[in-house]
């Protein structure tokens, strides 16, 4: 049910458009990848996945493969009619907005949520950090992320990486970095490796 090179090829086509280079877009085309990050995410059934930057719905099949609930934040307006060619028989919501001041009480409704992403370099660190610190319901976050600011998330004190990011995730969560994404697999091929960041916040942050 996944996306091959092909298929996203053939959809950017289609709908006539290209890869943002001002919105940081860079499409997976591998479903092995895609598929590895749906497994990573650790979701099923029960679970209710928001995918932020969905972009043409690679990741998002595989994520319904794993029978999770699943809604999208997309703020790329031009794709949104590719995205929903894509998503809507397969039941999944996309809401257009920006991920960085989306209403997320209107569109989480309080529930227990994993974000699954991949997130442009220029976004990822003060987006995650206004997730963790605003959205108390995101108990977990799979974030795809050029592998320096993975790195800065996931760093441990006297370390060269170690710095103020690292203290704000280290307050409201575990960082670890779970996995690579070699640049072959996007399109297009970014000129930086990504890495896989398994975020989950701290419960009872009270206690300390």
Known sequence: MTHSHTTISALLQEHGLSPSRALGQNFVTDPNTVRRIARLADVGPNDFVLEIGPGLGSLTLALVETGATV??????????PALRSVVDAHGVTVHHADALTANYDE?????????????????????VLHLLETVPCIERMLVMVQREAAER?????????????????AHWATARIVGSVPASVFVPRPNVESSLVDIRRVQDLDEF
């Open 153 to 169: 998330f996931c760093a441990v004190p006297r370390t060269p990486q170690y710095g103020a990011v690292s203290v704000k995730v």
């Open 71 to 80: 809604e999208a934040i997309e703020v790329d307006r031009y794709l949104l």
């Open 107 to 127: 569109i989480l409704h309080g529930r227990p949520t994993t974000v699954v992403a991949n997130l442009p370099y220029n976004v990822a660190t003060p987006l």
